[in-house]
């Protein structure tokens, strides 16, 4: 069951990273061709009148450079097209919860609340991650047997609780994990708040939401 868990977690960072590679082709092959072909127009201006040779080769790499954009595109559509049957959102908060349940023994009780169906890529992979670091330190770290996640938005901000009845105190720095949290929640203006308590951890991470 662990080892499920684990391939269905790998095939989530599998999918992130689809997705961040294609960002990134887009971004540097589109740009290097558009630059081409601005270059090509200018380099036609300038050819002499009587310089056919010449001016049909230029137009004729215009050609190539466009179609290689086009196709470029299509085959990064294509790609992105292979992860959209993946589900999102609240239906995979609840795959990957009732995985790890599964897999560990630990009762895990997810109440959603108020929160949409889903929060679109970016937020919800980041949800994603927030669960995973706080279940995965509740097995490890806090050998708790009771798991409890809640969402709410109030007041323009969502709210995420895990809270567990592991074992309290000890020290409260934070790992690799729980910074590299604070770190992807920085760029969405999110905060994340970490307490000991005397029967367990808890964690709060608070995001804008402006949807309503």
Known sequence: ??????????????????????????????????????????????????????????????????????????????????????????PYFHKITSSFSRATGITVEVNYGNIPWSFGEDLNALIYRIIQESMTNAFRHGHATHIHISFWINAGRLIISVDDNGSGGGDMTPGIGFTGMRERLEPLKGQLFLSREEQGFSLRAEIPWPGD
């Not at 961040?20 to 601005?38: A, P, Q």
């Open 1 to 90: 069951d662990f080892q499920n868990y684990a391939v269905e977690s790998g095939e989530r960072s599998t999918v992130e990273e689809r997705k961040r590679l294609t960002r990134e082709i887009h971004d540097v092959v589109g740009y290097t061709m558009i630059n081409l072909k601005m270059m090509l127009e200018a380099a036609t201006d300038l050819v002499d009148p009587d310089n056919e040779r010449l001016a049909s080769l230029l137009d004729q790499a215009k050609t190539e450079v466009a179609n290689g954009l086009t196709e470029t595109r299509q085959a990064l559509r294509i790609f992105r097209d292979l992860d959209r049957q993946k589900i999102e959102g609240i």
